[in-house]
């Protein structure tokens, strides 16, 4: 289920999304940090007493460390079960909890026509991403990668009626790697909420969802330069709007290089090999769920087919490098994203000409 391991603790800072803190007015805000679901989780609240606060804090980790525990992608877990029921034609009866997942998981491939494809756990395997270790190739065999499209592992495969979930494609291998962090944030939100707690972050890794405002401000988010393309730092920043999740995928996040070449682990369904024209995707959306998901299917569409997935999955704010730097963003969020640096290779904004600065 995770994207990284435990060495990225001190990396986490380079991912592609990040939380710039602002200039405090009356005090700090309230921040809390723990490791799950393979990454970083910090807490940020404002304007919550230390008691309710340190209450909020585990209870978020109670949840989240739950999500880790059921829906890892490898270590035993209830997608685990799920994954070997399937591949021996039988079903299994599943938590509500997981159930809604499922669902979620399931309505949110088919909106992007597939290219977020949490079915394609083997592909994944066979590229040896279920791992904690970072993997080091060589990249599986053409032969091996077409025997298992063959089999055409999706969502559609997958039933669910009731608590009980299954598939007559054995192929059907679960993995929500792409989707866990964004839900899961989502329940953290809600669970906050329901304790009363109306200011806040929760960031899963520089992937998060936030709500309220840090007092008299907006909370500030940054969106760094995709590492291993650049020399780093922040490249643009935007500020939250009341309730917004902030999501980023790059394929600088797990890589290996083998015989020179560079393999990274955003795969396309299509062709089974690493998507190949963009380096980094930001959307922002209503809930974490929708823009986790989306920013995988973003950035499989690549240049020439984003705008239609974003306007199936309902997603109007995006940010997309390619990987040649060109930077194309929607009109929505050209509205509101504060470049810290001229943008090395100019920017297409959907429906403009393009230009090289804002």
């Known amino acids: 289920m995770s994207r990284g391991r435990v060495s990225l603790l001190l990396l986490a800072v380079t991912l592609a999304a ?24 910090e807490i940020s609240l404002w304007d919550v007493d230390d008691e309710r606060a340190a209450k909020a804090v585990r209870r978020v980790e109670e949840i989240v460390n739950d999500a880790h525990q059921r829906w890892h992608a490898w270590e035993p877990s209830e997608i685990t079960a799920l994954n070997t029921a399937i591949a021996e034609g039988q079903s299994l009866t599943l938590s509500p909890a997981t159930i809604a997942a499922l669902r979620r998981a399931r309505e949110l491939a088919a909106a992007s026509g597939q290219l977020f494809n949490p079915a ?81 972050i929760v960031n899963a890794g520089g992937d ?32 939250t709007h009341g309730d917004e999740a902030v999501f980023t995928s790059g394929d600088y996040e797990r890589f290996f290089y083998f015989e020179g070449r560079r393999y990274h682990h955003i795969l396309d369904p299509r062709d089974g090999f690493p998507a190949r024209q963009v380096i980094s995707v930001t959307a922002i959306g209503a809930d974490g769920a929708t823009a986790d998901a989306a920013v995988t299917g973003l950035f499989v569409a690549g ?42 290779a100019g920017v297409f904004i959907a429906g403009e000409s393009p230009r090289e600065t804002r």
Request: charged residues 20%; hydrophobic residues 45%; glycine residues 8%.
């Open 18 to 41: 990040l939380l710039i803190a602002c200039a405090p007015t009356e005090k700090e805000a309230y921040k809390r940090q723990f490791f799950s679901l393979g990454t970083l989780i």
């Open 120 to 200: 394609i756990g083997r592909l994944i395997a066979l590229w040896g991403f279920h791992s904690d270790e970072p993997p080091h190739g060589p990249p599986p065999t053409q032969a091996a990668i077409d025997a298992l499209l063959a089999q055409a592992p999706d969502m559609d495969a997958l039933w669910i009626e009731g608590l009980h979930a299954g598939s007559n494609n054995p192929a059907v291998q679960l993995d929500l790697g792409a989707f866990a962090k964004g839900y899961t944030v989502d329940l953290a939100i809600a669970a906050l909420r329901e304790l009363g707690i109306e200011n806040a």
């Open 208 to 239: 998060l969802r936030a709500i309220g405002s840090h007092g008299k401000r907006p909370w500030s988010i940054g969106i760094r330069q995709p590492a291993d393309h650049s020399e780093g730092g922040i490249l643009a920043s935007i500020e």
């Open 303 to 344: 240049p020439d087919h984003w705008q239609e997935v974003a306007q199936r999955m309902g997603i109007t704010q995006v940010m997309m490098i390619d990987t040649d730097m060109r930077i194309y963003m929607t009109a929505e969020m050209a509205r509101r994203v504060h470049f810290e640096i001229a943008p090395p």
